[in-house]
């Protein structure tokens, strides 16, 4: 038989025709009911191509919605009814997302992109014309990426690599950050999202690092800065008759900048300050952002030392010195300090800390200089004026059949080989990437290139424990957890190592850790980070980073006001197959639906097995020890940091969150941020029933506690942050720590 038309599917792009594709579309159909017969699909596609070829004898050109209609009367006609209504409905749904996206007004032409993904890509990184139209699709915004960051390969070479990288991106195996998307080939062309720089305690020095920082922010990228140089409120200035106005006073000089380049490069522009235990304004440091409507455009933490966790243990003094001169100005009890800050990270997630000693015990440039600071989501510790390029493998789209279990279904595997294969190409696109990035300040770009940090982490952790099936609870995930991350470091450094030979080392490797490691050659003075992932996860189509699942269900704005209900379809997977095996019936289908919808989780339902109730856990199901001990775990293997939100239920109290700074200290975490349910103005992305009056979000009053504690009789508490995106007008959500968009992907944290 020699049926070989082209096939025109309905993004508009054209392929080749493929009997096997016909074939592992009638098998995955067949194998959502529990089919496994591999050679029955293979029998049934040549089926679908003996009647094409009756049907459409001498056509060149067919289309998938041709081939669908006749795979559907095959799988009537040949007496599997079942797989054809579910084929069905898979077509349907595909069907959807196309036509919502020609509404929007863009063209999946890679194929199988979400709406979310869609919507997204169109918001944030597809290039626009002068009046804000969308001038690229999708594959096209990926292969502008590709062939741009190709360019620092030689000539000979640099289209085979370039493919290589269009790959990874178009099969979703790899997404760099979102300045890589967005800028790459474009005039600005800045390419990393996280910088740190340093200030001086001077005027001049302060407003030197406010503009340089500006520039950043101009070009999309967020800014760390400590501040514990900066002499305290109320201290001596020589040669003036005024008296010092103290770190948390300059705050507002960078927030407001912030703001003003919010509104008009419409970019993220956040700071991440970090203050030094030590430093005799650290209480109100802690208390500066009580009234949430201030510093809305700043994360802080404090950078604690492990003598400070030692002497808050032992409820001893704890000393505060002046960086001007290095007096003791007072001392205190280092208990009181960590209380402060547990009790004002109870009330609103700020301050996270930052544990300074395990961050510079492995700086892997210690000749050049402690590391004081942190980028804005704590995940990249970098020296002053030192920027890094980031990406994520999406570990799920390495995922490949293994065995059926009686009551998880289809189960999967990691497919070792291909993450190899991902990895080595990940880690010489962000090293190409250093090459081709522009550098708005040429101190950048003098420290970045004598560096060449890059890091390279996960999205999708959570969805590949479900499809292995396993609870993210258990200590079964945290060592499939050091075995990824292991297996990602020693390839990553292998790659390195390799490039390092090939291209030369990074210039500072003498007298870096990598030196005394025994290398002769290495690229990268850093090469693994954890980051949030917040849009690029949406593109993928996958969970963000390493965090659990927030909700097994919530609510996506759509078009003109349209909400759009997310259901995990791993959750409904599993669910249709205990109803097929007779485990549940379909009454209790529809009960376990309308939960998840009312409630974003499963774990009441007492008539689903427990086993499947453990798998699908969601973050708040999670007690904060065991989001510690999956921190922990990452960190073992993760050159830089790691990005992680230790979720608590409301009902949680303030010596819980010193539990759990002391803990994450003991488990030598780099950091951690602590996020109480209810305890910010917005809470996660419609949890709840979808009557919600129309809104995406759920806001809560604020607790009391703390007004009652700090504002003086008569004093106004200031209005509320607006959790309105600027964007697009839509609700913002709590993830990661930060408030994301959901319907436009804005984020003042995300890459």
């Known amino acids: 038989m020699n049926f070989n038309p082209q096939v025109l599917k309905r993004n508009g792009k054209r392929e080749v025709y493929s009997r096997r594709k016909i074939k592992l579309s009638i098998f995955s159909a067949a194998a959502e009911l529990g089919g496994k017969d591999l050679k029955l699909a293979e029998a049934l596609s040549r089926e679908v191509e003996k009647m094409l070829s009756k049907v459409y004898p001498d056509r060149k050109e067919i289309t998938t919605e041709e081939i669908g209609d006749v795979v559907e009367i095959v ?150 800065i400590s501040f514990s140089k900066i002499r305290p409120k109320g201290d001596y200035i020589s040669g003036s008759s005024g008296w010092a106005c103290g770190p948390v006073a300059v705050m507002k000089l960078f927030n407001d900048s912030s703001d003003i380049l919010l509104q008009h490069g419409k970019r993220r522009s956040g700071n991440m300050i970090v203050l030094n235990v030590t430093h005799p304004d650290v209480l109100e440091f802690i208390t500066s952002k009580e009234d949430s409507s201030r510093y809305p455009h700043i994360n802080f933490s404090l950078a604690v030392t492990s003598k400070f966790m030692e002497a808050a243990l032992a409820n001893k003094n704890w000393p505060l010195v002046n960086p001007r001169n290095g007096e003791i100005v007072s001392t205190i009890k280092a208990r009181s300090i960590l209380e402060l800050a547990a009790t004002y990270a109870w009330y609103n997630g700020d301050p996270g800390l930052i544990f300074i000693d395990e961050i510079n ?195 996506k704005e759509a078009m003109d006001g349209v909400k759009l209900p997310e259901l995990n379809k791993d959750l409904f997977r599993v669910l249709n197959w205990l109803v097929k095996k007779r485990k549940i019936s379909k009454e209790e289908l529809e009960i376990s639906r309308r939960q998840v919808l009312k409630t974003g989780s499963i774990q009441k339902l007492d008539f689903l097995p427990g086993l499947v109730r453990n798998v699908f856990v969601t973050a708040m199901d999670l007690t904060p020890l065991e989001h510690i001990k999956m921190q922990a775990t990452w960190q073992k293997y993760v050159d830089n940091a790691v990005s992680k939100t230790i979720n608590m239920p409301n009902s949680a109290n303030v010596q819980d969150v010193i ?78 720590g930060c408030k994301i968009c959901p319907k436009c992907g804005f984020s003042a944290c995300s890459v």
């Not at 700074?661 to 979808?690: E, H, M, P």
């Open 75 to 224: 799988l009537i006609k040949k007496g599997h009814a079942k797989t054809a209504r579910r084929y069905i409905l898979s077509r349907a749904a595909r069907r959807k997302v196309a036509d919502l996206a020609k509404k929007l007004g863009i063209v999946d032409d890679v194929g199988g992109l979400s709406l979310n993904a869609l919507m997204v890509m169109k918001s944030k990184y597809l290039l626009k014309d002068e009046e804000g139209q969308v001038i690229e699709t999708p594959l096209q915004m990926f292969r502008r990426v590709a062939y741009f960051i190709a360019k620092a390969e030689d000539k000979k070479h640099r289209r085979r690599w370039a493919e290589k990288f269009l790959e990874l991106m178009t099969e979703r195996r790899f997404m760099p950050a979102g300045r890589t998307l967005t800028n790459a080939a474009t005039r600005d062309g800045q390419l990393a999202n996280c910088f740190v720089l340093p200030i001086e305690d001077s005027v001049r020095g302060i407003f030197q690092t406010l503009e340089e920082a500006a520039v950043l922010k101009k070009h999309g990228g967020a800014v760390g």
């Open 361 to 555: 015990k492995y700086n892997p440039t210690p000749e050049l200089g402690p590391i004081e600071t942190v980028n804005l989501c704590g995940e990249q510790p970098l020296l002053s004026y030192e920027a890094c390029n980031l990406g994520s493998i999406n570990l799920t789209a390495h995922l490949e059949k293994s065995q059926i279990h009686p009551l998880l279904g289809q189960l999967y595997e990691i497919d070792w080989d291909k993450l190899a294969e991902t990895i080595k190409t990940a880690i010489r696109f962000l090293d190409d990437t250093i090459d081709v990035s522009k550098y708005p300040l040429r101190k950048i770009r003098k420290v970045v290139l004598g560096n060449r940090k890059i890091g390279l982490g996960v999205i999708g952790w959570s969805d590949t424990l479900i499809r292995m099936g396993l609870s993210y609870r258990d200590e079964k995930a945290r060592k499939l957890a050091e075995k990824v991350m292991k297996f990602i470091r020693d390839v990553g450094w292998q790659t390195s190592a390799e490039l390092g030979e090939e291209r030369g080392s990074f210039p500072n490797f003498v007298g870096s850790i990598w030196q005394k490691r025994g290398y002769k050659h290495f690229r990268n003075a850093t090469v693994t980070t954890i980051a949030p992932t917040g849009t690029i996860a949406i593109i993928a189509m996958a969970s963000y980073g390493i965090e659990p699942l927030f909700a097994l269900s919530y609510y």
């Open 659 to 736: 539990d759990a700074f002391v803990t994450a200290w003991r488990y030598k975490c780099k950091g951690i941020t602590i996020y109480r349910d209810g305890s910010r103005d917005v809470q996660v992305l419609n949890i709840g029933d979808f009557k919600n009056k129309g809104d995406i979000s759920q806001t809560k009053k604020r607790k009391p506690f703390l007004k009652r504690l700090l504002f003086k009789k008569g004093q106004k508490e200031k209005k509320e942050i607006s959790n309105i995106c600027p964007m697009c007008g839509a609700k913002m959500q709590v993830t990661e």
